[in-house]
């Protein structure tokens, strides 16, 4: 691989942002279950959470390849780019599907940090996965809609001045298809004074996520993104970019696992020699870089794909479980390689542990995704 396609320079840019944030910032955060604020802020500064949006609304306008570098070098750096990545990439539904007048209005100040965009409504207690069956409502009046329904595990609601929100404007029963009749909406936190509940919901991670319920919530019919009912097209659209995007943060926590299980294993004496030099700590590590590796392969060929503006919704989603799963398996492997001393906090392993096991389930579980391969790409039956 060239020096241009691992951005080795990019990388070294990124390093050096996530360098004045240790190891004791990211345990103190966890420790207190706060927001990173300051590596937000920094992040914010150096351009990065604006990197997707293009040069003529103040952003980076770099491809998803070099996005998918930025955070998997915050994540292989120790931290975690969880509580910021969706400004990056949530706001490709209204690159891709807003008016001019609302990229105009919203994309510069997105980029330059004056605005956050980072929730995204979409998930609910009853549907789940199921988003054709979510019953947030969005009734057309005048000019204006009003929002009824719940939404869960909507994350940095209270650090966010922006939401995109899927809601059905149609009934579901007066609908050829079950995706149709949804909408999708910018919804200005700001301006909602009555009518939304946010209730923080205690995760095992340090994830600021919450439940929504939405009362006669009243949003302005220009905070339609698109055509009305077309939402749920809208919303897959920027899913493959999503999926890289995860799939990049798992393979920078599998290389730090395997980077810190390495270490521990040539520094640890036990019996008068390092445990590295037995293979039973040997093997693990090495299966697990390999798998790391491969994974990481499938991300780039899904990205390449996805800059060329070719298919790759099979190659997004089998990046995003292999590097899922590397990454879980580097996880055990540096929890047994520090023993006892990974599950005390002061060694960072236990909370990076606890982080990257989120990947087996969201967003999108590691089974649906083997349905859609065994669906789409093998012609086997549909499972659901």
Known sequence: MTKTESHAELRQR????????????????????RYPEEFVQAMTESGYLGALIPEEYGGLGMNLSQAAVILEEVNRSGANAGP???????MGTLLKHGSEEQKRKYLPK???????????????????????SLQTTAVREGGEYVVNGR?????????????????????????EKRSRGLSAFLLDLREIVDGLTVEPRRVMMNNETNALTFEDVR?????LIGEEGQGFRYILDGLNAERILIAAECIGDGR??????SERAKERVVFGRPIGQNQGIQFPIAQ?????EAADLMRRKASALFDAGESCGAEANMAKLLAADASWEAANVAMQTFGGYGVDAEYGIERKFRETRLYQVAPISTNLILSYLAEHELGLPRSF
């Open 84 to 90: 910021s990545h969706a400004q990056m990439y949530t």
């Open 288 to 292: 697990a870089h390999a798998h790391v």
């Open 219 to 223: 949003t302005p019919a220009s905070s």
């Open 151 to 175: 939404k869960i595990y909507i994350s940095r609601v209270q650090h966010s001045d922006l939401m995109v929100l899927l809601a059905r404007t149609t009934p579901l029963d007066e609908v």
């Open 110 to 132: 997105i980029a330059s940090g004056e605005l956050r965009l980072q929730a995204f409504g979409v998930t609910e207690p009853e549907a789940g996965t199921d988003t054709t």
């Open 256 to 261: 730090w696992f395997i980077e810190r299980a």
């Open 14 to 33: 990124v390093r050096k942002v996530c360098a004045d944030f240790p190891e004791e910032y990211w345990q103190e955060l966890d420790l207190e279950r």
